[in-house]
């Protein structure tokens, strides 16, 4: 990974995160694949500690709960029983 790319994609997930749309809408206006997306952000970011949100969901981006390889983006209004089934379905497979 040279590291033109690595500025260019740290860029990237920067506008993401202030753009206030979800990871398919951004990919799909930004002209890129959501497995690109994923890809990069997981190189970009191994071996980082991860951080947990202590204040409940962000007004503007909700957040992303990670379960082994999977992925959740949960926002406002989210339903609270079917998020929990899913994460425990996760959690045990």
Same mark, same amino acid.
């Given at each position: 990974?040279?590291?033109?790319?690595?500025?260019?994609?740290?860029?990237? *997930?920067?506008?993401?995160?202030?753009?206030? *749309?979800?990871?398919?809408?951004?990919?799909?206006?930004?002209?890129?694949?959501?497995? =690109?997306?994923?890809?990069?952000?997981?190189?970009?970011?191994?071996?980082?500690?991860?951080?947990?949100?202590?204040?409940?969901?962000?007004?503007?981006?909700?957040?992303?709960?990670?379960?082994?390889?999977?992925?959740?983006?949960?926002?406002?209004?989210?339903?609270?029983?079917?998020?929990?089934?899913?994460?425990?379905? *996760?959690? =045990? =497979?």
């Amino acid at each position: 990974m040279n590291s033109t790319s690595r500025e260019k994609w740290n860029q990237i *997930l920067q506008e993401h995160a202030t753009s206030g *749309l979800s990871v398919r809408e951004f990919c799909e206006q930004r002209g890129f694949t959501p497995q =690109s997306y994923y890809q990069w952000r997981r190189l970009l970011h191994e071996g980082e500690p991860r951080t947990f949100a202590s204040n409940g969901l962000n007004q503007t981006n909700g957040l992303t709960l990670r379960i082994g390889k999977a992925e959740i983006e949960v926002r406002q209004g989210f339903d609270e029983k079917l998020l929990l089934s899913v994460i425990k379905a *996760l959690s =045990s =497979s």
